[in-house]
Each structure stands twice: as structure tokens, then as C-alpha cells.
């Protein structure tokens, strides 16, 4: 290689050569970092819209159990919650609000998430029916098919690093087992969608409704809140 040749390679590597091997022009005055990373507004206005149009799908969906009801219950908390809490279906206090556990229940599932330095607010809430069956009597298998689809959905989308399931309802939906709580409870499961890459490490345990009419079983909630508590300091 002749002296001017050699030359003008090293300009050209010192120029950054393989910034030029890109698709599109480069801005040199945007700061690339930004660029990179999906900023975290950007992403909740997305899981936003795709949650809204999960709800609207919701409202389209004809529904017998829509025909008692007064208000559709879909979720609350937070879109980047690190953990999804799964229910069964709203009762009289959620049908009136439009909320999911804001009852007794919730109540009593607003102190478990306390007890693991948990906010309302820093979790994503939502239920397997989305609409209240009358007599607050427990969903049948029909009913739980009839919403999985927009259960899995937010799942995907929520795309939580844990999921705790609130009771034999949400067990038997996302793990898809006939097998009581009592066998589930106390040790992870997973819950795998074609959708996502890995498996959502998930716990099945007592609903809070369950824990008020049942106190003798809280030590058991305890300990499986525990699990999920160990889980989360690992990760941040
Ligand atoms: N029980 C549930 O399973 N979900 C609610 O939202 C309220 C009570």
C-alpha cells in the first residue's frame, strides 16, 4: 500500500468508518443514548393504547353476563408494574365504580401489598371477567374462556415480571390446573404466552375475600407474599 493510499484509510477509520455503514444519515447533533432507549413515557403511552383497545374490545364484545352488570371493570395501577395481580371478577362495590378491588377485598389486598412495601399504585390490578356475574357468584369455565383471550392480551402487553393470582379463578385461568390452591400455593409456576419470550414466573394464592372469611389461612398469604418479596429485591 502506497503512502497517500495508507493515509487516507486512517482518516477514513479515524472518521468513524462504520458510522457510515448505517441505513440512514446521521444526526450529529442528537445524542444517540437518547435515541437508543425507548424513553419511559414513550412506552406507557404505548402499553396505554394497546390497553385502550383491549377495553374497547371489551365494550364490543357481547356479553351475557354484560346484561346485569352496570359498569365494565378492566384494571388499575400501573402500565410498567413489575408485578400483575389477577383476580376473579368484580363484585357489587367494582360494579358500581368501574374499579377492580376497591371493596372490602381490595382493602384488605391494599395492606398484603403494604406489607411488602407495595403501593396500590406501583402494581397492575386486574381480574379474569371483566364483568360482574350476578349474585357475586363464582365465574363458570364457559365465563373464564369467554375473557381469557383479553386476560392474555394485557398480559402481553403489561409484559410484568410476576404474576400473583388472587384465588382459584385466576389459578385455574392462567395455569390451566383443576388443582386446588392448597396444592399451588407456596411455590412458583410459570406462565408461558406464545407471544413473549419467556416464561412470567407466577404464584397462585388465597383471594383476599377468601382471607376475610377465612383469617386462618392469612399466614399462608403471608408467606406467599413473601416469595414474591424476595423475588422483587433481587431485582432491583
Ligand atoms: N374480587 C375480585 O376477584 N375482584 C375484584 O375486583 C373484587 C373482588
Known amino acids: ?26 444526526n450529529w447533533f442528537v445524542n444517540e443514548k437518547k435515541l437508543e432507549q425507548p424513553s419511559f413515557d ?7 393504547s394497546k390497553i385502550d383497545s383491549v377495553i374497547e374490545d ?8 354484560q346484561k346485569t352488570a352496570k359498569n365494565l371493570v ?16 368484580p363484585g357489587r362495590d367494582e360494579d358500581e365504580q368501574g374499579i377492580p378491588f376497591v371493596g372490602r377485598a381490595g382493602q384488605l389486598l391494599n395492606k398484603m401489598l403494604l406489607a411488602i412495601n407495595l403501593q396500590r399504585e406501583d402494581v397492575y390490578i386486574t381480574n379474569v371477567v371483566n364483568w360482574r356475574p350476578t349474585e357475586n357468584r363464582t365465574p363458570n369455565d364457559n365465563e373464564i374462556l369467554e375473557f381469557l383471550p383479553f386476560l392474555q392480551r394485557q398480559i402481553d402487553i403489561i409484559k ?21 390452591l392448597g396444592k399451588l400455593r407456596g411455590k412458583w409456576h410459570e406462565y408461558k404466552s406464545l407471544n413473549l419470550e419467556e416464561g412470567i414466573p407466577t404464584i397462585a ?12 389461612y392469612k399466614k399462608h398469604s403471608w408467606e406467599d407474599l413473601q416469595m ?8 432491583s
Do not use: C, W
Not at 58 to 65: A, G, R, Y
Not at 228 to 235: F, R, Y
Open 160 to 180: 410484568p415480571r410476576f404474576i400473583f393470582l388472587l384465588g382459584g379463578v385466576a389459578a385455574k385461568a392462567i395455569l390451566s390446573t383443576p388443582l386446588a
Open 58 to 65: 371489551l365494550k364490543n364484545h357481547k356479553s351475557p353476563l
Open 74 to 89: 378492566v384494571y388499575d395501577g400501573n402500565l410498567n408494574a413489575k408485578v400483575m395481580l389477577i383476580g376473579e371478577a
Open 42 to 48: 414513550k412506552d406507557t403511552g404505548d402499553k396505554k
Open 228 to 235: 414474591l418479596q424476595e423475588k422483587l429485591k433481587n431485582e
Open 1 to 26: 500500500m502506497n503512502q497517500s493510499n495508507k493515509k487516507n484509510l486512517e482518516f477514513i477509520i479515524n472518521s468513524g468508518v462504520n458510522y457510515f455503514l448505517q441505513d440512514s444519515p446521521r
Open 205 to 216: 394464592s388465597y383471594h383476599p375475600a377468601f382471607l376475610l372469611r377465612s383469617p386462618q
